[in-house]
Each structure stands twice: as structure tokens, then as C-alpha cells.
């Protein structure tokens, strides 16, 4: 059905005795009981709701993905490895595990990072003198230098317009991103995300 020129998917109020079992890929995340006994409106603001929340991750998104691919080009960094970077430069001597939880990658992922930012001379890893298991990952002066140069890990842009709310909105959206970011890590199959 189409409204306005969006497009609204057709809700259908159907008795739960008399609905077809959904699979579990298509129920995901849904409460189709919950679902069932809403009124027509109530289930056309939750799928209109769900679309727009789907819709806004996808442009964020691409957005980030734009500006890493505009990073690589002008720096050779991606705004993943300038994140991890500068966590790096933050916390000091640290271990792929700890810059992971720091930056929410998983260890594998920080793996690769780390071998990028080797390749490019921008970080080292030192094995502990004590306990030669533990290795640890450190920023060159290079790494530094670059950090002091490379502009910001979100697109100028975003900076920009995030200065011109008020303080208080920038920590009710920081809040919000937080709950929701929360909120997929539960929701996620096998744990966080």
C-alpha cells in the first residue's frame, strides 16, 4: 500500500488461533504474540518505527563507510585502524584482547588491524620479559605523528552538526546510541556483538 509515496507494508489482523507458525528467522527480534494482539495502528508504528531505525543504521553507516574509505585515500588509514590507534595511544602497552574490549572488536578482527597498522610502521608488538605469552601492542612515534595529523575518526560533517545541538541534546543522543547499541547486544544470537 502506498501513502504519500511511502511505502507501507499491509498489516493484516489475523485471530492467533488461526495463524500460520512463522519461522524462526522471520520472528527474530519480535514478539509475534506481542504482535498479534496489537490494533492496526500500534503494529503500523512499530513496523513504521523499525524501518526508520532500520533505514537510519544504514545511512550512518554508509556514512562512516565514506569517510573510512576517504581516510584510506588521504592518510592510508581506515577509521577503524585510526580508532584502534588511538586507543591504543590511549591506553598504552596493551594486548589484542584489551584493545578489542576497548574499541568493541572482537580479538580476531583487532588481529588484523594491528598486522595493518604493523605493515605501516604505525604501532609494535613486544613480547613481556616476564612472561613471554603476553604480547603487547605499543604506538611508534609515527603512529603519534599520525594521530597528531589525521583528522577526526567521524566524517567532518557529523562534527560539525553534533556541535551545534545543545549539550544537552549531544548526551540525550549519546545516551540513546548507547541504550540501543545495548540493546542489539542482547538481542544478538551468540552473544555481543
Given at each position: 500500500?502506498?501513502?504519500?509515496?511511502?511505502?507501507?507494508?499491509?498489516?493484516?489482523?489475523?485471530?492467533?488461533?488461526?495463524?500460520?507458525?512463522?519461522?524462526?528467522?522471520?520472528?527474530?527480534?519480535?514478539?509475534?504474540?506481542?504482535?498479534?494482539?496489537?490494533?492496526?495502528?500500534?503494529?503500523?508504528?512499530?513496523v513504521n518505527d523499525s524501518i526508520r531505525?532500520?533505514?537510519?543504521?544504514?545511512?550512518?553507516?554508509?556514512?562512516?563507510?565514506?569517510?573510512?574509505?576517504?581516510?584510506?585515500?588521504?592518510?592510508?588509514?581506515?577509521?577503524?585502524?585510526?580508532?584502534?590507534?588511538?586507543?591504543?595511544?590511549?591506553?598504552?602497552?596493551?594486548?589484542?584482547?584489551?584493545?578489542?574490549?576497548?574499541?568493541?572488536?572482537?580479538?580476531?578482527?583487532?588481529?588484523?588491524?594491528?598486522?595493518?597498522?604493523?605493515?605501516?610502521?604505525?604501532?609494535?608488538?613486544?613480547?613481556?620479559?616476564?612472561?613471554?605469552?603476553?604480547?603487547?601492542?605499543?604506538?611508534?612515534?609515527?603512529?603519534?605523528?599520525?594521530?597528531?595529523?589525521?583528522?577526526?575518526?567521524?566524517?567532518?560533517?557529523?562534527?560539525?552538526?553534533?556541535?551545534?545541538?545543545?549539550?544537552?541534546?549531544?548526551?540525550?543522543?549519546?545516551?540513546?546510541?548507547?541504550?540501543?547499541?545495548?540493546?542489539?547486544?542482547?538481542?544478538?544470537?551468540?552473544?555481543?556483538?
Amino acid at each position: 500500500m502506498k501513502k504519500n509515496n511511502l511505502e507501507i507494508p499491509e498489516i493484516r489482523t489475523v485471530k492467533a488461533s488461526t495463524r500460520p507458525k512463522a519461522s524462526e528467522s522471520e520472528t527474530e527480534g519480535l514478539d509475534v504474540d506481542k504482535l498479534a494482539d496489537m490494533n492496526d495502528v500500534t503494529k503500523l508504528v512499530a513496523v513504521n518505527d523499525s524501518i526508520r531505525i532500520l533505514q537510519s543504521v544504514r545511512r550512518i553507516a554508509q556514512c562512516v563507510e565514506h569517510h573510512s574509505k576517504r581516510l584510506s585515500t588521504t592518510h592510508k588509514i581506515t577509521s577503524p585502524q585510526l580508532v584502534a590507534l588511538m586507543a591504543i595511544a590511549q591506553l598504552g602497552p596493551s594486548t589484542l584482547k584489551s584493545i578489542g574490549r576497548a574499541i568493541y572488536l572482537s580479538p580476531s578482527t583487532v588481529v588484523g588491524i594491528v598486522d595493518r597498522l604493523e605493515e605501516k610502521k604505525l604501532v609494535r608488538r613486544e613480547r613481556d620479559t616476564r612472561d613471554r605469552r603476553n604480547v603487547y601492542v605499543t604506538v611508534t612515534a609515527e603512529g603519534l605523528a599520525l594521530i597528531e595529523s589525521a583528522p577526526s575518526a567521524l566524517p567532518q560533517g557529523f562534527t560539525s552538526a553534533l556541535s551545534t545541538l545543545p549539550e544537552n541534546d549531544q548526551h540525550t543522543l549519546v545516551i540513546a546510541l548507547e541504550q540501543f547499541a545495548t540493546l542489539l547486544e542482547v538481542k544478538s544470537p551468540g552473544g555481543t556483538l
